[in-house]
């Protein structure tokens, strides 16, 4: 039993998606997007406004998964910093990966607003503050690596993470201008509405269940229906499961937690982030928070294997507000919810064909609100016949992460560690506070 109802705070305040029914009866098209989070939004909009007929499908409905119930951290660049991301490219290749990256939001806020989407959107910059000074250091070298490469990165001293976040419990940290916030639901059902405006058809509530080819063509079928087309895309991330073995093993699978405080009264609340970036620290298991626009405090961290979080996981997300913000105990909490995070091994996401006509991206590492608007794109490009080579991303083979079977209890065990490395970390830290000789 948790202390409030499990319900994403994004569900009550979005606004409504098109209607969409589930697919009924045999339909053609000239491409199928299995998924309709980012990834299969984006994809299926830029193939309509290149005048392709496209078809999602999509299991449940739209924005349940994680595009729908994410942080609206709109973050540039991958989990990898671009120098490490070049050595294991090499220059050329991971250049690319990088500046196709980095560019994410430019894609996301560029479609907000030629869609004419409304989901809060802000680019006020994303903030990473630093827990220790070894954290900083390492930020401190990541701010010159993006600005060698022309991004408008700086590294913060600890007043001005203080000043920024309206927390007291960072030594530092980096500013990157790039990034920003959206809501995430809404931003979801605002590219659904496009695409249908481009022409494009959803169908929720029709999980593709079998995958065939036939005659020259691909051909799904769902509980209701089927539909056959020269081009399939599978955008199912972390909840491939149901679709793709095969795809699936090259995933581990990390739950995600939210909660939300009510609105914070005005004083107080013009004390914490008050210019609208939103930040993400750097604790192993690290935690994400952004006001909104109601006023609320909304803290991510890494959540429960469970099928609900129980009282203990929920009072634990609570802890982690008061640590970083104890002006704030005393407001109550008002929504939580979570939902899974695709992790690869090389923490890149990929993108894969895995037959002539079956395209795939996915594994965002956390980072898939501008990295998954992009692979849209990418894997659009390439379904229209773009060169790899003219890309600006990799196409890479299928590689199942070794002794999958085993990954969940390896990332149960991961979380558990790291939960102890972090805790171990907090207790020197107080403890360094509290000695007679810190200067
Ligand atoms: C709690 C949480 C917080 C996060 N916070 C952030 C953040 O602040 N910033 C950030 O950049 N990233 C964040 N992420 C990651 C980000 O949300 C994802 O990387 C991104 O949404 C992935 O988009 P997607 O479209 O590939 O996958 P999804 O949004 O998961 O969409 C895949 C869709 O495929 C559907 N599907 C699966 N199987 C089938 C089938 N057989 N037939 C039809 N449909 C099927 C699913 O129902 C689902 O809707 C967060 C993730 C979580 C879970």
Redesign the pocket.
Known sequence: MSPVPLQSLWSVTAPAGPACSALAGAQRAQAVV???????LSAALHLAEAGRDVVV????ELG????G???????PGVKQDPDAVESMLGPDAGGQLVATAAAGPDLVFDLIARHGIQCDATRAGWIQPATSEAALAQLARRAEQWRRRGAAVEVLSRSAVLRLTGSARYCGGLLDRRGGTVQPLAYVRGLAHALGRAGGRIYTR????RLGRAGGAWSIETPGGSVSAPLIII??????H??SDELRRTLVLVP???VATAPIPAPLRSMILPEGQAASDTWHLLR?FRLEPGGRLVL?TRGTFGPAPTTRDVQYHYRAVHEIFPQLRGIAFEYHW?????MTRDHLPHLHELAPGLLAG?G?N???????TVMGRLLARRALGAPVVELGFPVTPVLPVPFHALSGIGARAAIQYLRFIDGFARVYERAIARAPFRT
């Open positions: 299995v998924g309709g989070g980012y990834t299969g499908l999509e299991a449940v349940e998964r994680a595009s119930i994410n942080g609206g951290q709109v973050i029709s999980p593709a269940v955008a199912t991330d972390a909840y491939t149901a679709v995600s937690f939210q994400y991510g979570g939902g899974l995070v695709a996915l965002y956390g980072r898939g609100v501008a990295m998954a």
